[in-house]
């Protein structure tokens, strides 16, 4: 069901609860690293959480205008969410509505924005290529199986043609950003070498919305997202498939936390599991169905990505509950211990507290040298563990961090676990 926002505003006295005291800025826990990706590159209390939270009250109250410096203000964020999850006002056992729903109207304000045509300018180019080609990367419909062609003596199965158990949603930036298609390749080897019945939508798949949806474009996010999942109902009801497996963080985000706001979802989604391709193979690790044999020597460190982190997170209304046990935070790392020769150590800044890769929200578009900085800040860490290579199970993380290196003249690779248990395997 889709949050009401103005009635969670209303019932919470937001945002004039938040009481500036500015623990949004930095871990609460641990070393006290600032968490917040704007903050680190402008160094402004208007771009926290703390200083957000200010001027949104002012709006509403009518003591400012929106206009296009407020407009920058908000659109300068990756909503990552880790701002909301350093909420500590009051006693630690209180209810702590801004920590439950901060992102939540940090993403609000970005439709509010789109309403009143104010935003940045770069992002038309985004959402003109949705509206023509189902994708935001410019390309068309017809180049979003070209990698699939890795695979021309043992096609990928055609579920417009074919049954399958298994539904492999490739997304976006593997389809169309050419770095990234080694994350489809090894998803799609994997998943030969485990003997699973799957298959692939080849050109019926459209993209899942995410981006469109975190820049506040609602109705282009609701036309694909209904496409989407008239295509699952199909596939469930006349190709065999009963779970769609993507190694996309923020497609997983969105089919689970943005979907269930289409109409008609639990009808569209009935007899259907949807899973992270890490929490799929994870389930079978778990099972004894396999293991990985082949040894993979390097030193390693993993990013948590926000989408399949904190902005999985749910909590309980009016209690201080919060309940992380739909976010993927031990899964990649058991399957990633699991490998022989990895020599795995930890971010300062992981799980809950993970450093945001700079990528979300819009900003890789709008922003790019603030998402590149925010990476390299990333890179540096990595650096600082002597790890040899950056793990995730995120494309866009993939391609930013990478991006973040070689701005950084770093040898330090981002690769998705799955190419790592390609490998294994």
Not at 1 to 30: A, F, S, V, Y
Not at 252 to 257: D, G, I, Q, S
Not at 386 to 401: D, G, K, M, Q, R
């Amino acid at each position: 069901m889709k949050l009401d926002i103005e009635k969670i505003l209303k019932e919470n006295n937001l945002p004039e609860r938040c009481i500036g005291c500015g623990t949004c800025r930095t871990q609460h826990e641990g070393n006290r690293e600032i968490v917040c990706p704007s903050y680190l590159d402008r160094s402004f209390l208007d771009y926290t959480l703390q200083g957000r939270m200010q001027v949104y009250r002012a709006l509403r109250n009518g003591e400012l205008e929106w206009d296009d410096d407020v407009a920058e203000m908000f659109s300068y964020c990756t909503l990552c969410g880790a701002c909301a999850e350093q909420c500590y006002i009051n006693d630690e056992d209180a209810w702590k509505p801004i920590r439950a729903y901060g992102a939540e109207i940090l993403q609000h304000i970005r439709f509010e924005l789109q309403d009143k045509g104010l935003g940045p300018e770069s992002g038309e180019v985004l959402i003109k290529s949705m509206r023509n080609n189902d994708n935001p990367y410019t390309g068309s419909r017809k180049m979003r199986t070209r990698w699939t062609k890795e695979f021309k003596d043992t096609p990928v199965k055609n579920l417009n043609k074919e049954d399958a158990e298994v539904l492999y949603y490739a997304g976006c930036t593997p389809a169309y950003n050419s770095n990234n298609r080694c994350i489809a390749v090894s998803t799609v080897n994997v998943l030969n070498k485990l003997g699973i019945d799957f298959g692939y939508l080849y050109d019926k798949e459209v993209c899942c919305g995410s981006t469109v949806r975190r820049m506040g474009v609602e109705n282009e996010f609701q036309r694909v997202a209904k496409k989407s999942l008239e295509t699952f109902k199909d596939m469930h009801e006349n190709h065999g498939v009963n779970t769609i497996v993507t190694a996309c963080a923020g497609c997983f985000r969105c089919f689970n936390k943005d979907y269930p706001d289409v109409e008609g979802y639990e009808d569209y989604i009935d007899g259907i599991r949807i899973m992270h391709l890490v929490d799929f193979l994870h389930e079978k690790y778990k099972a004894g169905e396999w293991r990985p044999e082949k040894e993979v020597n390097m030193r390693v460190t993993y990013h948590d990505p926000c989408h399949t982190g904190r902005h999985l997170h749910r909590y309980k209304e009016g209690t201080g509950d919060e309940d992380q046990s739909h976010s993927l935070y031990d899964q990649p790392r058991e399957l990633l211990s699991a490998i022989p020769g990895i020599d795995f150590v930890e971010f300062e800044r992981i799980r809950r507290d993970s450093l945001c890769c700079g990528a979300g929200g819009g900003v890789k578009t709008d922003y790019p040298d603030f998402a590149v900085n925010t990476s390299k800040r990333r890179v540096d860490e990595a650096e600082e563990k002597n790890a040899e290579a950056i793990v995730s199970i995120c494309p866009f993380c993939h391609t930013n961090l990478n991006d973040g290196a070689r701005a950084a003249n770093k040898n330090i690779p981002t690769l998705d676990l799955v190419q790592l248990l390609d490998r294994a395997l």
